[in-house]
């Protein structure tokens, strides 16, 4: 499973910007899809995560309220729209294919590579 992460970009702070995550794996639909961050000088952290069928969401503390995330397994893509956004929501986001849905790298089976998201003051 190949994964691609786009939509990253320069916002201001209050504005939006939507995340996509694709693969051109016929299998998508059976993995969990998490969103994890890393910021220049800090380690990965969890952002959000959506089971297989969509029916299940996790978010970190930080973010909800801000971030939905939701799927199309037809079109094999998952989306993050990140709503109020903040300067320290700065980081590059990392999509990853994962056995089960969770706040953990644990269950992840698959990288894509980052896209970065910058949020000015």
């Known amino acids: 499973v190949q994964l691609q992460a786009s939509g990253g970009g320069l916002v201001q702070a209050g504005g939006s910007l939507r995340l996509s995550c694709t693969t051109s794996g016929r299998t998508f639909s059976r993995y969990a899809i998490t969103w994890f961050r890393q910021a220049p000088g800090k380690e990965r952290e969890f952002v959000v995560s959506?089971?297989?069928?969509?029916?299940?969401?996790y978010y970190a503390d930080s973010v909800k309220g801000r971030f939905t995330i939701s799927r199309e397994n037809a079109k094999n893509m998952v989306y993050l729209q990140m709503n109020s956004l903040k300067p320290e929501d700065t980081a590059v986001y990392y999509c990853?294919?994962?056995?089960?849905?969770?706040?953990?790298?644990?269950?992840?089976?698959?990288w894509g590579q980052g896209t970065q998201v910058t949020v000015s003051s």
């Open positions: 990853a294919a994962a056995t089960y849905a969770g706040t953990s790298s644990a269950p992840v089976e698959y």
């Open positions: 959506i089971s297989w069928s969509g029916a299940d969401t």
